[in-house]
């Protein structure tokens, strides 16, 4: 047992947690003598119960104010904050309180001066969606310099003192949707679309390398040709890829990336082409309804709800309101959705 894992608790109150005497809590604590192998794991788990209560007292009373900045289309940032909402209450007795700053276009510069204002406005923490550029970085790192943790969600700022990332892995994401595309498309040389909301985004331009890597080496009759800049925003989608299928008479199948599904199966109707294969991400209001029209042919989905509780867990351990042993995995899970499968 590690010597500084108990000095924060006395004898006493070890032996009274663990329901057995001072002198056998001596004796574990200081080697001495033999000591049943479940007595020192009793000892054990009686001082991490201690450490536990001694963390949820220090949260007790007191609100945790935790920013959630991203920006995104309107459809996706609300089932984030819905998911966010609803997760507040299973992480009592910890009290916290998501204050949400959702935008659908932003420029860099207002997403660098909302950092610094959480900052001024006493949060305990940041939970951010936001493109890779510099003046994001550097605000992500003024921060972790003031105490204040923040945690990327869906898309990463590696380069940033960020805490830690919360979504899935995109290059599996792209990979999976790869997959699929050659499973469902003839065998028959295609241009496939790849639509992206912004080039700014890591998290799509990781899934969007791991789409065309997976093509190059596996299905090299499909060609790729990427979209970029409507945000996810109907009109700015609707925009681009009309101009997309005029310049590509062949095109019939799209990997949406940064979503606005329905201005991309909107354009396709209005020139009257046929939209083979369209798959998504993303199991929204918005993409639930076009599963159900069998306009999508399969939506790639994380689940949100273990994601938001994933990412206050985070910034709860950073603050010590968590033992810094509390493992989460690595990435969420990468899930295929269907009409037959969609839950709800």
């Not at 923490?125 to 003031?146: H, Q, T, W, Y």
Request: charged share 25%; net charge neutral.
């Amino acid at each position: 047992m590690n010597e500084l894992d108990h000095k924060k608790f006395s004898i006493k109150q070890i032996a009274a947690q663990a329901g057995v005497s001072k002198a056998t809590v001596d004796r574990v604590l200081h080697r001495r003598g033999q000591v049943h192998y479940q007595t020192l794991k009793r000892v054990e788990q009686a001082i991490l119960e201690l450490d536990s209560q001694q963390r949820a007292a220090l949260a007790a009373g007191r609100t945790l104010y935790f920013d959630v900045i991203m920006q995104a289309p309107e459809r996706f940032s609300g089932a984030v904050a819905e998911a966010m909402t609803g997760q507040v209450g299973s992480l009592a007795p910890y009290r916290i309180s998501p204050r949400f700053h959702l935008f659908e276009d932003i420029a860099v510069s207002e997403l660098a001066g909302l950092l610094q204002r959480s900052l001024e406005q006493g949060s305990q923490g940041v939970i951010l969606k936001a493109p890779d550029e510099p003046p994001v970085n550097e605000a992500v790192n003024r921060l972790f310099e003031a105490g204040i943790p923040v945690v990327t969600l869906v898309t990463d700022l590696p380069a940033s003192r960020r805490i830690g990332y919360i979504g899935m892995d995109n290059r599996s994401a792209g990979r999976t949707a790869a997959y699929l595309m050659r499973r469902w498309l003839p065998s028959t040389p295609a241009r496939v679309a790849v639509v992206l909301s912004s080039q700014g985004f890591r998290g799509e331009e990781e899934r969007e390398s791991g789409f065309r890597q997976w093509l190059r080496e596996q299905a090299p009759h499909l060609g790729v040709v990427e979209l970029s800049g409507g945000l996810g925003i109907y009109d700015k989608t609707l925009g681009l890829m009309t101009d997309c299928l005029d310049r590509h008479p062949d095109l019939t199948a799209v990997y949406s990336v940064g979503g606005g599904n329905r201005a991309i199966v909107d354009a396709f109707a209005a020139r009257g082409r046929p939209l083979g294969v369209l798959i998504g991400h993303d199991l929204d209001r918005e993409n639930r309804q076009l599963l159900a029209e069998g306009r999508i042919a399969a939506l790639i989905d994380h689940d949100l709800q273990q994601d938001a509780r994933r990412a206050f867990m985070q910034l709860l351990r950073f603050h010590g309101f968590l033992p810094a042993t509390a493992t989460l995995p690595d990435f969420s899970r990468v899930l295929v959705v269907t009409p037959f499968n969609m839950a709800g």
